[in-house]
T-cell receptor, first 115, second 110 residues
Framework: EAGVTQFPSHSVIEKGQTVTLRCDPISGHDNLYWYRRVMGKEIKFLLHFVKESKQDESGMPNNRFLAERTGGTYSTLKVQPAELEDSGVYFC?????????????FGPGTRLTVT | AQRVTQPEKLLSVFKGAPVELKCNYSYSGSPELFWYVQYSRQRLQLLLRHISRESIKGFTADLNKGETSFHLKKPFAQEEDSAMYYCALRAIQGAQKLVFGQGTRLTINP
């Protein structure tokens, strides 16, 4: 069974540009989560989808970040316009719809570098 | 508010020595605690969770509610244990997000 996949693995963009990150969860997993780790800090929660609905977006830093999950399958996270402090590793995780109490399976991450 | 603290950013021990990675948390409700591990060039993966009370790869962790701690222990470290370890907390009820500590990089010296 394929795990959570993320694309691209690494992205380098200039400040002010737009970047879109993609996450494909494990097939059949209705819960999808985005996290990020900025340099030197802890991994922080961004938001949680249940199918196509945003269940919890309390961790989204500001309105430059837009997450979507149309159709309840893959998800995209767009940063527009990117700022230097957005650099870091963006992780996606998924879990089955079992009250959300199951293990979260993580993708390999997308390393975003904003110059 | 939920908070997880891992006081050691780096920990280095010799092969065969005991290892303990510290984790303290603060949360007013009932927490579920986890240890995640990231080996070199691999993805983050669950090592163990307090509710399962399992020993994985020789590691154990006991939830101490009095001391609000969930330290990870192994009696005899092996070189393949070298990795980044993250302690994480999740509310038993309500939001399903994981709250992570800053992580501890464990290095096992031969």
């Amino acid at each position: 069974e394929a795990g959570v996949t993320q694309f691209p693995s690494h992205s380098v963009i200039e400040k002010g540009q737009t970047v879109t990150l993609r996450c494909d969860p494990i097939s059949g997993h209705d819960n999808l989560y985005w996290y990020r780790r900025v340099m030197g800090k802890e991994i922080k929660f961004l938001l949680h989808f249940v199918k196509e609905s945003k269940q919890d977006e309390s961790g989204m830093p500001n309105n430059r970040f837009l997450a979507e999950r149309t159709g309840g399958t893959y998800s995209t996270l767009k940063v527009q316009p990117a700022e230097l402090e957005d650099s870091g590793v963006y992780f996606c995780a998924s879990s089955p719809l079992d009250g959300g109490r199951d293990e979260q399976y993580f993708g390999p991450g997308t390393r975003l570098t904003v110059t | 508010a939920q908070r997880v603290t891992q006081p050691e950013k780096l920990l280095s021990v010799f092969k065969g020595a005991p290892v303990e990675l510290k984790c303290n948390y603060s949360y007013s409700g009932s927490p579920e605690l986890f240890w995640y591990v990231q080996y070199s060039r691999q993805r983050l993966q669950l090592l163990l969770r307090h509710i399962s009370r399992e020993s994985i790869k020789g590691f154990t962790a006991d939830l101490n509610k009095g001391e609000t701690s969930f330290h990870l222990k192994k009696p005899f470290a092996q070189e393949e244990d070298s990795a980044m370890y993250y302690c994480a907390l999740r509310a038993i009820q309500g939001a399903q997000k994981l709250v992570f500590g800053q992580g501890t990089r464990l290095t096992i010296n031969p």
